[in-house]
């Protein structure tokens, strides 16, 4: 009896170390989509000068990857700086939103929050572009995918390519 609750424990240690990975490589593949999304969205001339700023709120994970992809990249000629912040009312000036899925109950009212400013709102849950978000991450058949409201995305005055439209699940 005790070879099999050491056999059972050692199966469950293995599959959370399986997942922890799999967890982070999905943090490293979301962070790579928002810095590539940095090089696909154009904002508005007002919004164009010094660092380009991506807040993250409910995701430590997300960050740290953005972290060390900021180190050695840039958005064209612009620093990136990303920014860890706790609750909406500490989102400064951003050109990047991301809502981390623990918050997704947020983003109604951080889409009122920042109605009117050159910025491109980002869920880690899908269905969130009906309540504002220019773009949601989701899983569809194991793989990442991202579902994409150009109507979102033009009304905070910004413009994407036709490539990262195409790439995503477009919905209204």
Same mark, same amino acid.
């Given at each position: 009896? +005790? @070879? *099999? *609750? !050491?056999?059972?424990?050692? +199966?469950?240690? +293995? @599959?959370?170390?399986? @997942?922890?990975? &799999?967890?982070?490589? !999905?943090?490293?593949? /979301? ?24 807040? $993250? =709120?409910?995701?430590?994970?997300? !960050?740290?990857? =953005?972290?060390?992809?900021? /180190?050695? /990249? ?6 990136? *700086? ?8 500490? $989102?400064?000036?951003? %050109? ?6 623990? /918050?997704?109950? =947020?983003?109604?009212?951080?889409? %009122? ?15 969130? +572009? ?8 989701? !899983? ?7 579902? $994409? ?13 036709? *490539? &990262? $439209?195409?790439?995503?699940?477009? &919905?209204?």
């Amino acid at each position: 009896m +005790c @070879m *099999k *609750k !050491t056999i059972l424990l050692f +199966c469950v240690l +293995c @599959m959370s170390a399986i @997942m922890g990975h &799999v967890k982070g490589q !999905t943090a490293t593949f /979301k962070a790579l989509f928002l810095y590539n999304f940095t090089k696909n969205v154009e904002w508005p001339p007002s919004a164009n000068e010094g660092e380009l700023v991506i807040t $993250i =709120l409910g995701d430590q994970e997300i !960050t740290s990857e =953005l972290e060390k992809i900021a /180190k050695v /990249k840039k958005a064209g000629n612009r620093t990136l *700086k990303v920014v860890n912040v706790r609750s909406t009312n500490e $989102i400064g000036d951003s %050109h990047i939103v991301f809502l981390g899925s623990a /918050k997704s109950a =947020l983003m109604k009212s951080l889409s %009122h929050e920042q109605q009117n400013k050159p910025v491109l709102l980002i869920a880690d849950k899908g269905g969130l +572009c009906s309540n504002g978000a220019a773009i949601s991450f989701v !899983t569809v058949n194991g793989k990442l995918r991202y579902e $994409i409201s150009p109507a979102n995305i033009a009304a905070h005055e910004l413009k994407v390519t036709q *490539k &990262v $439209i195409n790439l995503g699940i477009e &919905v209204q």
